[in-house]
């Protein structure tokens, strides 16, 4: 069993930063495949990025390619988001999941509110 707290969410505004953090339980931590996700108001829970194997392999939406960053440390077992060049469509609820490498993400955070104002 993993649980997923996730930290960092806020108001900022349009061409702005924040990061994210997403702390973990267990002590497998460094043997899941970590991963943000998001849901704007009317819309479908989509993948942002993810990060997983020994290398932290990464990968990320089109949309937000060259402007976020997934990264992680495994001694502190957290994984981060750091998000810059914030855009008003980047305004959602940011989940964090976990899950084994090649499956599904089966553990979820309970999400943060990240505004962005135009």
């Known amino acids: 069993q993993v649980q997923l707290v996730e930290s960092g969410g806020g108001l900022v505004q349009a061409g702005g930063s924040l990061r994210l953090s997403c702390a973990a339980s267990g002590r497998t931590f460094s043997m899941y495949a970590m991963g943000w996700f998001r849901q704007a108001p009317g819309k479908e829970r989509e993948f942002v990025a993810g990060i997983w194997g020994r290398s932290s392999r990464t990968d990320y939406a089109d949309s937000v390619k060259g402007r976020f960053t997934i990264s992680r440390d495994n001694a502190k077992n957290t994984v981060y988001l750091q998000m810059n060049v914030l855009k008003a469509e980047d305004t959602a609820v940011y989940y964090c999941?976990?899950?084994?490498?090649?499956?599904?993400?089966?553990?979820w955070g309970q999400g943060t509110q990240v505004t962005v104002s135009s």
């Open positions: 999941a976990a899950g084994v490498v090649g499956q599904s993400y089966n553990y």
